[in-house]
């Protein structure tokens, strides 16, 4: 069954202590792996695709990478701003979109 | 990218009753997608709007419960029928963008309905 698993469930970090958020995802024939940010009382907005292992992609302190198994977020010196549920998702061989249930990361000045 | 206007952004409904949740886009699409997003739970999709056609329920989601139009290639509707405090969550509307099938998903800000 495909499926999509991200932890932690939550995350606290102080400003500029940076960590990582990972994806792990069981899917067959993955046509790309998407991360989103979603703010409270907002629609996830998305950040990067990845489509084949060894990928990276990069925008600002957020770097999102990807292997066959799991695809990690990079946050490196965070800021409040930074604070917000990160959403992983995958598109399966099917062409269906399968979201994990998210990371809520919250950065403190 | 689209922008997507949806309306109510929250309400408080009785048990019983209906409410419909609107999405407007400000380009035309071919199709929409209704997510719901429970707590602590992953975004679902409930089912695929196309234009000129009935929609696409995901398995666990009927028609009777969930009744979408779709008059145009900027408008669609999701109605929530007989509602039970289950169906307290999120309802946010989508579209996709690209020409391939690996699509970016942009949503609106989302409906909160609160079932009492």
């Known amino acids: 069954e495909d499926q999509v698993t991200q932890s932690p469930e939550a995350l606290r970090l102080q400003e500029g202590e940076s960590s990582s958020l990972n994806c792990s995802y069981t899917?067959?024939?993955?046509?790309?792996l998407f991360w989103y940010r979603q703010d409270p009382g907002k629609g996830p907005e998305f950040l990067f695709t990845l489509y084949s292992a060894g990928e990276e992609k990069e925008k600002e302190r957020l770097k999102a990478t990807l292997t066959k198994k799991e695809s990690f977020l990079h946050i490196t010196a965070p800021k409040p701003e930074d604070s917000a549920t990160y959403l992983c998702?995958?598109?399966?061989?099917?062409?269906?979109?399968?979201f994990g249930t998210g990371t809520r990361l919250k950065v403190l000045a | 990218s689209a922008v997507i206007s949806q309306k109510p952004s929250r309400d408080i409904c009785q048990r019983g009753t209906s409410l419909t949740i609107q999405c407007q886009v400000d380009s035309q699409v071919t199709m929409m997608f209704w997510y719901r997003q429970q707590p602590g739970q992953s975004l679902t999709l409930i089912a695929t709007?196309?234009?000129?056609?009935?929609?696409?329920?995901e398995s666990g989601f009927v028609i009777d419960k969930f009744p979408i139009s779709r008059p145009n290639l900027t408008f669609s509707t999701l109605t929530v029928s007989n509602m039970s405090p289950e169906d307290s969550s999120i309802y946010l509307c989508?579209?996709?963008?690209?020409?391939?099938?690996?699509?970016?998903?942009?949503f609106g800000a989302g409906s909160r309905l609160t079932v009492l």
């Open positions: 989508s579209v996709g963008q690209g020409l391939s099938g690996a699509n970016v998903l942009t």
């Open positions: 899917v067959s024939g993955l046509r790309g």
């Open positions: 709007a196309n234009q000129g056609s009935e929609a696409t329920y």
């Open positions: 998702a995958v598109i399966s061989g099917t062409y269906k979109y399968i």
